[in-house]
Nanobody
Framework: QVQLVESGGGSVQAGGSLRLSCTLY????????MGWFRQAPGKEREGVAA???????NYSDSVKGRFTISQDNIKTTLYLQMNSLKPEDTAMYYC???????????????????????WGKGTQVTVSS
């Protein structure tokens, strides 16, 4: 059974950096679309970044130029490097994956959240001003 386990969240001051990690366990497909999503208190979950199995990436406008999504060589660990953090980045960050999404459907998953099937339990990021 597929499991996604996030780590690396914490508290940081505005302008600081954090790196989130997510490890995929129990995978049975050779490739997965993977992504990061977040949910702030009182707000809907939103897409942050997605990465296709060929390394193509897509970012939400709110994080473009500040966050970088990447994977390890065997593509079972996902990272999110977050720089120049702002208080509005405060949220629970979730890792997600789906073997059925690829190409455009993978990259669009940050806008079509219901399309992605497997989710981690989240890691909290708090940015203070």
């Amino acid at each position: 059974q597929v499991q996604l386990v996030e780590s690396g969240g914490g508290s940081v001051q505005a302008g600081g950096s954090l790196r989130l990690s997510c490890t995929l366990y129990g995978y049975s497909y050779s490739s997965y679309c993977m992504g990061w999503f977040r949910q702030a208190p009182g707000k809907e979950r939103e897409g942050v970044a997605a990465i296709d199995s060929d390394g193509t990436t897509n970012y939400s406008d709110s994080v473009k130029g500040r966050f970088t999504i990447s994977q390890d060589n065997i593509k079972t660990t996902l990272y999110l490097q977050m720089n120049s953090l702002k208080p509005e980045d405060t949220a629970m960050y979730y890792c997600a994956a789906d073997p059925a999404l690829y190409g455009g459907t993978c990259l669009r998953s940050i806008y079509e959240i219901d399309s992605i099937g497997y989710w981690g339990k989240g890691t909290q990021v708090t940015v203070s001003s």
